[in-house]
Every structure is written in structure tokens, then in C-alpha cells.
């Protein structure tokens, strides 16, 4: 269902449902013959019984051939989605051991939905990792890792607080300390927050970090007539489908809020004084032998990450 001002979800609904389509592409480049990242806890918190459903959605969205004549432009390429989040986390992996490298212990995930990387990375001695999200989506992933036996590498503090709200008191009343230098990640965040949440939160982001501290973030690269074209595309590839009595309650488009007032991160840190930068996806894709395969469905997405003096 489209979005609203003071909505909530958990991990099979609404925004929880796209950590599991993500955590669903890790688990397959995981199980691929060569893969370029490793996240072993992937595909078991994606297969529990109350994601079934959420599952079925996907694989239907994912279907990578046509079906009872549907033109090829209204189906999604699931090796293209593989790909291009196998780069992601690649990149924002990176991004961490070179901040964990520099002396930084404390990590804030914004958003952390499915992400394990409290769990799979090798963080130094001393490292605290704060991961925000609704309450139904931390407790989801604790409790089935818990199930597996799973202890993270980290001290791993939950905040369970929507980052329409005051999620920095939320952080602070976990133990944030304001002084220490932050790494912080907002990986597949920025559509899914309104325009005033973004830049509210780059404001919280600077006034909580000291100095040293470093942010990355996955900036989505679709203009307005891209994203038209496939909201129609995908309307009618949902007709079809439903036609056919196929659940398609699933639709990412639903889930974003409008782009108009969005700053962009790279500018907006840059005048707070950051270092900033940006790489392109499709770049840091052919740097690590993951191009896009074709120009139609190319890596629209960007990376940014800055540095605080």
C-alpha cells in the first residue's frame, strides 16, 4: 500500500518486505560458484515459514522470462538485482574495514532491516554496532539468529525507533557516545524516507559525529521520466499477473516517497564540511568484474561516502 506520514511494518510487509528481496540476492550470490560477497546468514533469514508468502512475491517479480507472451521489457532481470547488490555490499563492506582500519569503534546501521554484518564482519576489539529499525524488524532477525546459534562479532545494540521520530535520543539512550568517531551506513534507505527525514537526518548525522567519523550512503539514481516508465511498465505486468490470480501485492514503487526537496548528499556534506565523494555503481560493478549486462537495465545507483575532519 502507498505510503503515509506515520506508517509501521514489519519484515513481511510494506518497507520490511525489500530487506527480504535484498536479503534474497545475497543468499543467491552467496550460493553462486564464484561470489564476490559472503553473508552466510542471508538465506536462513529469509527461509523461516512467515516470509513464504513475501518469497513467492518476489520470485514472481523476479521472473526472468517472459510468460504467456509478455514482452520481455515488463519482466525484472533477478541476475541484474543479484549483481548489482552483490557490488553494493562489496562497496559498503570495504567502506567499513577501512574505517574499522583507521581506529573508528563505533557503527551506526540507519535502517538495518536484514543486514548481518554485526554478525559476519571482523570488527575490531572494542567495536559497538547500533543498528536502528521498528521494533518488529530487530526482533525478527535477532530471534532467528538466535535460533542458529549465531553470536555477533560486535557489541550489537538494538534501537528500535523509526527514523521519522527522535532516533537520535533513541541512540544516545543506548549508549551513543557523541565524542567517539562514527562510521554510519544508509544502504537502500533514501527513497523510503520523505525529503524533510532525509535532510533531518544528515543534520543528525553531523551534530552526533565527532571528528574522524565517516558516512556512506546509496544515493538511488532514477530521474522522474525513468521512474514513470517503469511504475507503467510494472502496472501492467501486475495486471497480467493478477489476471492470472497471482498475488501482487508486492510493488516496490508503492513504497517511495517523492523525490522533490531531496539534497544531494554529496553537496549537502561538502557544506557542513565533509569530505565527500561519490562513485558511480556502474563503475565500481566493472571495476569488480560485475558490469551491468546491458545499457536498458544499467546501475543507475551511486555511492557516496564522506569524511569529517
Known sequence: MPR?????WDIATSVGATAVMVALARAAETASPDPLIRDEFA??????????AVREQVAAWWSPQP????????TVDSQQMINYQAVRTHFFDDFFAAATASGIR??????AGLDSRAYRLDWAAGTTVYEIDLPRVLEYKAATLAELGAAPHADRRPVAVDLRHDWPQAL???????????AWLAEGLLPF?????QESMFASIDALSGA???????????DDEKREEAQQKWAQLRARRAARGEDTSFNPFDLWFDDEGRPDPVDWFAAQGWAAEAISARDEGARLGRPPESD?????????TAAKP
Do not use: K
Request: hydrophobic content about 40%; charged content about 30%.
Open 4 to 8: 503515509t506520514a506515520d506508517d509501521s
Open 43 to 52: 538465506e536462513p533469514l529469509v527461509s523461516t515459514p512467515e516470509l513464504a
Open 67 to 74: 510468460e504467456d507472451g509478455e514482452d520481455t521489457d515488463f
Open 106 to 111: 563505533q557503527v551506526v546501521l540507519l535502517a
Open 172 to 182: 544516545r539512550d543506548a549508549g551513543y557516545d557523541v565524542n567517539r568517531p562514527t
Open 193 to 197: 524516507l520523505p525529503a524533510t527525514a
Open 212 to 222: 574522524g567519523s565517516r558516512v556512506a550512503v546509496e544515493v538511488f539514481g532514477v
Open 296 to 304: 536498458d537495465r544499467r546501475f543507475l545507483n551511486y555511492f557516496v
